[in-house]
């Protein structure tokens, strides 16, 4: 069973307004990332967890993942990487508080590389792996699954570099977040790049097209109906979340466009 979510600080600045649109909307599982009493999710004290608990409990609401920033900071820069080490440690105090077990990452940033243009990325790999792999080891330790995201501003842009990443890793830890579009910038469509992730995926993002509609996938000729039929097929029991569409309006759009999709394919 697909569970469709959407990030609450994207929906409303307001957490309770933005539990409540998703609540009203027939939503039940979100992601947290920033618009948290004015906070991100890895700036959240020990104060603000209880009345971030009732703010949920409120409108019925559960936690899908926490989605920190982790590792998405400049692979040269070793006190950044220190720093998103503390940040990484104290999201997962915050995941224990709140019930969940999966926490988002990256695979760094370079001043070599731009969004959609990184440096070759087989000469970051073995960078990428010993920086991330004290978190990865806390991880382990704390009964953790941390997602690496595929992002094209990230070092890895496809889904095959996050395999990648993932397999040298070599950590049960270590699963996946599946950004549909990301592998279509480098010729490879979502039929094509999924299979690199198959089995390894907790959330999918889906974002809108240039034409800010949910399909088709770019310039695939791919649709979220064949994603969704692919994922189903394979026994996928996981999320899929509407990502950066604009505001409230953008994101209701999102969901009951992807909504529709899932209430046809899982009946």
Known sequence: MIKLCYITGEMSDDFDKALELGANAGIDTVQLRMGLFGKNIEQLNDDDI??????????????????????????????????????????????????????????????KGTRWNPPPFDQYLDRIVENLMPSVKHAEAEGITMCMEVN????????RHTRQVIDAL??????????????????????QGYHHLKGLIQDVHVKINANGE????????????????????????????IEHWPGEEGTLKGLHQLGEILKQEQN
């Open 152 to 159: 094209g501003g990230t070092i890895g842009v496809t889904e």
């Open 214 to 241: 949910l399909d088709p996938i770019w310039e695939t000729n791919e649709t979220h109906t064949d994603v969704v039929r692919q994922l189903l097929a394979d026994g996928y029991n996981g999320m899929m979340t």
């Open 50 to 111: 209880p009345r971030t608990k009732d703010t949920l409990a409120k409108h019925n609401m559960n936690i899908g993942m926490l989605l920190p920033p982790f590792a998405k900071c400049n692979i040269e820069d070793t006190e950044a990487i220190a720093e998103h080490h503390k940040t990484f440690i104290r999201t997962v105090e915050i995941a224990h508080a709140l019930g969940t077990k999966l926490i988002r990452a990256f695979p760094f940033l370079s001043e």
């Open 170 to 191: 070599d950590s049960k830890a270590v699963e996946a977040i599946w950004e549909i579009d990301s592998g279509w910038h480098f010729g490879e469509p979502p039929s």
